[in-house]
């Protein structure tokens, strides 16, 4: 089978390989061997090819944290047994997925339904899951209340406007492309700001004056310093990227003082502190809400594998204004 795979860390063009001739990777028992479809390139995945992530990649490594393919055989064990024969979303894999074959525990593989294009299946987990996760779990945004984000033209800030018109709270996004502020428009967003139209601070004042309560930081460096101080006191921020590789400065007396509470945000940490139960009904209705248009990814590409280099300066490239994926196989 082929494989991308990558022995030392580094900028993801130089270190990652094209293997042609690699055995099928055997499940072990409650595992599934996948044929993989489709998996995007997200920025986690770059991180992590470049040594930056919080997960420190055991190389020779696969990368990819999400994808969808087909079960064609499996290690023993109940579930397994199950899965078999069907298309599903992987949430992770012990062998990655940016390869034709890999394999994962049977319980971090979920079926997802038949009329679902390989594109939207593929990106089932990483992006949807964290949005949902933040703004309906963690934060807790209320109907009516105001949420500023920045990057809000990425796939997850588009995914939390729609969550706002969905469940009824009201989005400042901030963009640095003022080509973006029509697209997000029509997705709902109530407040369309641009990094470069002045201080952060003055500009979500003069939209909501009540002051806003809930922030949104995947940016970090000034932009995300400048949202810190631009929330209102006692508001609560989740910092879940750090797109600038810059450090946040934050004045500790506005800690002090307002008692803003700044958290970090990591998917994979969230997901462990969930139980099964909990799991399988934020699961269920994450697929309910891609189903329903919510939390479905746009895609700007799809690549085969064999053209990964174009791919990964596609998902580099500022303003692409959707996921690149690579295709892996077809059904
Ligand atoms: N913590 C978690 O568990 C978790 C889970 C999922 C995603 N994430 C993070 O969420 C972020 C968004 O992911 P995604 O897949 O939605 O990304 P994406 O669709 O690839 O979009 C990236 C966006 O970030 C913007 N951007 C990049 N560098 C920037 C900078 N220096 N200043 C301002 N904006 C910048 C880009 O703006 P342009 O459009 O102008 O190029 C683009 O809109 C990433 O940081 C990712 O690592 C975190």
Known sequence: MKRLVFARTGPPAEVLRLEDDVPTPVPQRGEVLVRMLAAPINPSDLMFIGGRYGLQPQVPAVPGFEGVGIVVSQGGGLLARLRLGQRVALLGARSGTWTEYTVAAARQVLPVPDDWPDEQAATFFVNPATALAMVRYVLRVPRGAWLLQTAAASEVGKMVIRLGRWYGFRTLNVIRRPEQREQLQRLGADVILLDSDGPLAEQVARHAPEGVRFGLDPVGGPLGSALLAALAPGAHALIYGS?????????PRLLI???????????????????LFRLLRFF????RLIGQGVLQSSIAAVYPLEQYLAALEHASRPGKGGKVLLRLGSR
């Open 243 to 251: 797109l600038a590789d810059a450090p946040l400065q934050v004045d």
């Open 257 to 275: 003082s307002t008692g803003l509470c700044v958290q970090g945000f990591w998917l994979a940490r969230w997901l462990t502190h969930q139980n």
């Open 284 to 287: 269920r209705r994450v697929r």
